[in-house]
């Protein structure tokens, strides 16, 4: 066998339902499918399933890497001998757009980085990720978050669409070996589909109304200085408290950890399960202390770890853009319109309009 | 892109740090009504032999069928042989663990924490500062700071609590306040009993004994553990006095799940209390919101 070294390929669409079925013979297949007007990551038991052309799912591919509860040990109250309890198996997590592979990445820093989880190692260690690009729509704020492109995100193959064919980019050996095995799929890139691929970032690009995008300059100064803002807490007169923002957050890592036991006390099972920020008992403390009582302060945490704390945790901004807090929140709060009010886009609007009519 | 994956996946399986160790109760000491000290020691020897901390750091305790909880650990590094844990009786899990006796067996893992910053108070005064059960963290740096006496300045305790009744490790403060080489001032809150008035220097708050203490601030390291409303007073009137922020060192308490910066609830500001603290210099209250 020769040698392997490829840098991309090309993959016609025509192929895609071939190529899909080639990475379910090869591992436990996760892909986007239809449900209702919404879509899903869902394991894949016919390809004819996958939707490629979604804008996003409800929850992040988080739930695949973190299950939302996940037990970590077993132990009889007698021995205190303690099991590990997770199962891993081998995955390949198809149709990940960009933001969910750089959310991906914030989460491999927050597990790997300092005292690794090794369930979380041993997970990712088996999961192959192959991305998809996308178009955005009103909810979509990658450009301002600097992650609408898969660049810096740990990924093994991203298809970018450039019209009849994708541009296959291979980011790792996990994902030259998956190409070489479905070599018969793809096709060598020529000329014209780099010159594609490359115009595919400026053709994205426009596709964002850039009037709407939230400033995220120096977003970790101005919410450390607007922390005593009045818009923490008209946004938190129309939050709800559920927590949705949090769930369906694909960088949120929170969790609580339970002991379990069975009916006579004897077997018990640690569990941890996916909390929220937004709920009162995650800062309340044995004696009844909350340390974070009210709900404005709660909606302040939301987005004071997002750009304050995570920066300074993982050096890294805790938000990809991908607009499910916003499109999800049963509220209809918009983190971008809370940034935009943060940064005074109304007190703009107001004081101009104050000059302009002194100036008449 | 593809070395940040490989950098952070293609590391052997580390030693799984949710993972605690088993360790039996070897003795317990009933303190004050709702409070008892636990003494423990692992069964694996090599874990007792190697064990090692800094005054201030916590553990993570699992009590049996209960869960987890992060416990101060209250005696001192230079005492090996015994890890030592003061609880309150205060909620679901410590009532478990107040329910069973020497020879049950329970799992820690740790310690955890950044602890008092030690190296760089030596060679210099030291005010302790602790109020009801803050005690516990500093008993460990206390007993280190005596240990190893000849490498600090003068020392102050500074004690208070609600009444004798609730005054811990009764013996060791008593035969602390007849050493000369450190002092103890001691306030109680209430003033009841014939017992009360001969404990208490004086009867207040634990404020009204800072003024007390003969140190130079440019020269002292305070250490400062208490419930969670005491600390702006004493912070205050530390600063009034002269004590410089950044030599102030406030032990904090907060909601924890993993102790390693993982599960996110013990947020302060941007910081992990389990990880960037839990012990934060009084400096930190400028960056960190909502620290005290």
């Known amino acids: 066998m020769d040698f392997h070294i490829e840098r991309a390929k090309v993959l016609p669409k025509s192929n895609l339902a071939k190529f899909l079925e080639g990475l379910k013979n090869l591992s436990t297949l996760i892909a986007p499918v239809k449900k209702g007007d919404k879509f899903i990551f869902s394991e894949i038991e016919k390809v004819s399933d996958v939707a490629v052309n979604y804008t996003r799912t409800i929850l992040p591919p988080k739930k695949f890497l973190v299950p939302y509860r996940r037990e970590r040990f077993s132990y009889s109250t007698d021995t205190l001998q303690f099991n590990k309890e997770f199962k891993v198996r081998d995955q390949i997590i198809f149709g990940v757009h960009s933001c969910d592979l750089h959310g991906i990445s914030i989460l491999d820093s927050v597990y790997l980085k300092e005292n690794p989880d090794p369930r979380y190692l041993e997970i990712r260690k088996r999961t192959v990720l192959i991305g998809i690009s996308c178009m955005p729509d009103e909810f979509c704020f990658c450009l301002s978050t600097g992650t609408a492109f898969p660049d810096g995100a740990n990924w093994d193959l991203f298809l970018t669409d450039i019209g009849a064919d994708y541009f296959v980019t291979i980011g790792s050996p996990k994902g030259d070996e998956i190409v070489l095995k479905l070599r018969k799929l793809f096709k060598d890139i020529e000329k014209k589909d780099l010159y594609l691929y490359k115009e595919s970032t400026s053709k994205k690009k426009k596709a964002f109304k850039l009037e709407k995008l939230p400033d995220l300059e120096r977003i970790s100064q101005l919410i450390e200085l607007e922390y005593d803002s009045e818009v923490w807490k008209e946004g938190s007169e129309r939050c709800l408290g559920c927590g949705t923002c949090t769930n369906v957050c694909p960088t949120c890592f929170c969790y609580t950890s339970v002991d379990v036991p069975t009916l006579d006390g004897k077997k018990v099972k640690r569990i941890e399960f996916t909390t929220s920020c937004q709920y009162p008992y995650y800062s309340l403390v044995a004696g009844g202390h909350y340390f974070k009582p009210d709900r404005a302060s709660r909606f302040k945490h939301r987005y004071y770890h997002k750009f304050v704390g995570y920066p300074y945790q993982i050096e890294k901004l805790g938000c990809v853009g991908c607009g499910r807090c916003s499109a999800e929140c049963p509220a209809g709060i918009s983190i971008v319109e809370t940034i935009n009010r943060l940064r005074g886009i109304d007190e703009k609007e107001l004081r101009e309009a104050t000059e302009q009519a002194s100036s008449r | ?292």
């Open chain 2, 1 to 292: 892109m593809k070395k940040s994956l490989e950098k952070l996946l293609n590391k052997p399986l580390p030693v799984d740090p949710f993972m605690p160790q088993r360790a039996v109760i070897t003795d317990i000491e009933e303190l004050a009504p709702d409070h008892k000290k636990f003494s423990f020691a692992f069964c694996d020897e090599s874990v007792n032999d190697s064990w090692n901390h800094i005054p201030g750091q916590f553990v993570m305790l699992t009590v049996p069928g209960a869960g987890e909880i992060p416990i101060s650990i209250c005696s001192s590094p230079t005492r090996k042989g015994t890890v030592e844990l003061t609880v309150r009786k205060v909620g679901r899990k410590t009532e478990v663990l107040h329910r069973l006796k020497p020879g049950d067996y329970v799992a820690i893992r740790g310690p955890y924490g950044n602890g008092f910053p030690v190296g760089i108070m030596e060679g210099h005064n030291v005010l302790i500062i602790a109020g009801g059960l803050g005690i516990a963290p500093l008993r460990s740096l206390i007993w280190y700071i005596l240990d190893r006496r000849h490498r600090f300045k003068e020392v102050y305790i500074l004690y208070g609590t609600r009444s004798y009744e609730y005054v811990l490790y009764k013996e060791e403060l008593k035969r602390l306040r007849e050493r000369n080489d450190l002092k103890c001032l001691y306030t109680l809150d209430k003033f009841e009993t014939e017992e009360d008035r001969r404990w208490a220097d004086r009867k207040g708050l634990l404020t009204e004994l800072i003024p007390m203490v003969e140190l130079e601030p440019s020269e002292t390291f305070v250490a400062v553990c208490g419930p969670p409303v005491a600390y702006r007073f004493i912070g205050k009137e530390l600063l009034k006095h002269g004590y410089p922020e950044s030599q102030i060192f406030v032990s904090l308490e907060r909601k924890m799940e993993c102790g390693i910066g993982k599960c996110g609830h013990c947020q302060i500001g941007y910081k992990f209390a389990c990880i960037d603290g839990p012990v934060f210099p009084l400096w930190d209250t400028k960056n960190l919101p909502e620290m005290i």
